[in-house]
């Protein structure tokens, strides 16, 4: 091996992960994309108690806060393909294994994103609710026009720590033959037994993407908080009447 640290090997190898990095910011924006179209629609039926829907919206819930996410990972990345295959779905093992990486990623980030959501919504006064139906508004215009903004204010930073958990979690997909960063590290690692240089410039290449999406989602916080400054619930009700 020679030396025990060659940095110019870490320097060249760096260029070669980075070719990866789309991959790891690919299922990222599809997990939290989808996950937050469920975590609403799962929010939804457990605050407004609809009947079946929140039963299964608790489930749900549970289960994915419940189960750690490997295990979620290997359950549906194997699981699934082979369940639609025998409801007759013959076409299901010639969808690339991705798209199944990122349908569960999705999910898990539904089931932590509607426990955020939930509690943001349930975060804002009742009277915030009651005086838009009293100005006229359907319920899903109230809960549009006065209740989300003020829920999104409230879950803003519990999201964005959901979304950098979400981008460390890519980390793990290598499990079921997906190349990402961490898997090519692997790859060459093994080649050229060079894994601690590997694995350093896979480290760098991570904080620099959660920095990123740390400092990213603190500018959009900071932009909510303005916004929600100039334009108080309060007013936003009377606005509508």
Known sequence: MGVYFDIGYMVKSLPVLLSYVHITLGLTA????????????????????????????????????GTPFLVQLFLFYFGLPELLIRLGVT??????????VALVFAMHVGGYGAEILRTAILAVPSGQLEAALSCGLSEWQAYRQVVFPQAVKIAAEPLVNMVITTLKDTSLVFNVGIIDMMRKADLLGANSQRNLELY???????VLLVLALHYGGKAVIRFIGKKSKRERAEVQVVEYC
Do not use: C, E, Q, W
């Open 200 to 206: 350093i410039d896979t480290a760098i290449i991570y």
């Open 91 to 100: 076409a299901a093992h010639s969808v690339p294994g991705i798209v199944y």
């Open 30 to 65: 599809a997990a939290v994309a989808g996950g937050l179209a469920a975590s609403i629609f799962l929010a939804m039926a457990v605050s407004k108690n609809i009947p079946v829907l929140a039963h299964f919206a608790r489930v749900y819930i549970s289960f994915m806060r």
